[in-house]
């Protein structure tokens, strides 16, 4: 190859390299998986992509299978988890298009023309991978391994979805317990590897069914008889990783006990709920039980109330002071002293702060009722600042 068009390609490939981040974002999210999991492994594998295909046009011989295998694996992962093949293979041509458009958007006029070179190089590349991965996904299907756990994840979508999954009830390869632990996992940003770790515990789990979702995954963990739900979350938390013992968990489990399978929608929607207070509110407990959570919970059941009780709090929006003022008054159980304490202020200046809170707000921090609607307007808003989504 010319010196010169190596050097554009180089730049190109350069180019290409430092549009990866963000790029996820460009594109339509795998929404049965969680964005953390996916993230992690789409910036890997969009790596890879952009490394394999400009050495491919740089030396012109395709791939080896080695020089794909983790390719390939990235998309196996994603089919194991439930994403349709079709799916996982229209990324590729979407990942292409994109990338191909933003080079072409940043090539000088003389490197146009050897651009549109590569968009052959560029189809057959594409056409390289999907294949492979096609083949892999074909051979997989045959394993039984993989039959079974299509089958577990069908047994779980008819649960949750609130279907007697008849045609499994009493196969002995798949028992399908009448009572379940609900468990339903919400994660803290995109903390792909300790997430996947995570998830692996949770499969592991004798007789589990799995399904994810964007947010997370749900635990369908079996009752044993005579268990309330007590023993079954006992050793789920015991299989959880340690807490950091410094900062904010990286995920939260909201939990709950369904007695019998039809009742599984309902705790799952409730569990749904409590595990995204527990993620909104950076909860200080991983499990989220509405036992400790009855205040907030029923706010958050509230989508009529909640806007309008966030709205409350607006007068405050330029007054930093005051609402840091009124937020530690409520965190301190409407303790003045030990607010003035907190705020290292003398305690009349906390009452002219609150008096001022009540001016603008026209709710008076010292009166019962008024305190608790504060306290639900500062909820109300946390929830919506945070994307409240169960």
């Not at 409520?330 to 002293?337: A, K, W």
Request: hydrophobic letters at 45%.
């Amino acid at each position: 190859m010319m010196p010169a068009r190596t050097r554009v390609f180089d730049d190109l490939h350069r180019r290409a390299a430092s549009m990866i981040d963000g790029f996820y974002a460009s594109l339509p999210p795998y929404k049965q998986m969680p964005v953390s999991l996916v993230e992690t492994d789409f910036a890997r594998g969009t790596k890879l992509n952009v490394d394999l295909f400009f050495d491919y046009l740089r030396r012109g011989a395709e791939p080896s299978e080695e020089d794909t295998r983790e390719l390939v694996e990235l998309a196996m992962d994603r089919l194991r988890d439930g994403t349709p093949l079709a799916d996982v293979l229209e990324r590729y041509r979407l990942g292409a298009a994109f990338l191909w458009e933003k080079l072409r958007d940043t090539v000088s006029p003389a490197e146009h023309e050897l651009l549109l070179d590569t968009s052959l190089v560029l189809l057959k590349y594409i056409t390289l991978i999907t294949a492979r991965i096609a083949t892999a996904a074909t051979q997989r299907s045959l394993d039984p391994r993989w039959e079974l756990l299509e089958r577990r994840r069908g047994i779980a979508d008819a649960l949750l979805d609130g279907q007697d999954p008849v045609e499994w009830a009493n196969d002995p390869v798949i028992p399908v317990a009448d009572a379940f632990l609900v468990a339903v996992f919400r994660l803290s940003g995109t903390h792909g590897a300790p997430a996947s770790a995570l998830r692996h515990r949770v499969e592991a789990i004798p007789g589990v069914f799995l399904r994810l979702d964007a947010g997370g995954w749900t635990a369908l963990l079996p009752l044993h008889p005579g268990d309330d739900g007590s023993a079954t979350l006992a050793a789920l938390t015991a299989r959880l990783p340690a807490p950091v013992p410094e900062g904010a968990p990286q995920y939260w489990v909201g939990v709950g006990t369904a007695r019998t399978r039809g009742a599984i929608p309902a705790m799952y929607a409730e569990a749904r709920v409590l595990a995204e207070l527990g993620r909104c509110l950076s909860h200080h407990e991983i499990i989220c039980r509405r036992t400790n959570l009855q205040f907030e919970y029923t706010l958050a059941v509230s989508d009529a109330a909640r806007p309008g009780l966030a709205s409350v709090l607006a007068p405050l929006d330029t007054q930093p002071m005051l609402a840091e003022t009124l937020d530690m008054f409520v965190d301190s159980g409407f303790n003045q002293l030990a607010t003035a304490r907190q705020l290292n202020v003398h305690r009349n200046t906390v009452t002219y702060r609150l008096s001022r809170v009540h001016e603008l707000t026209g709710l008076d921090p010292h009166r019962p009722a008024d305190a608790m609607t504060l306290s639900a307007a500062r909820l109300a808003r946390r929830l919506e600042s945070a994307s409240f989504a169960p």
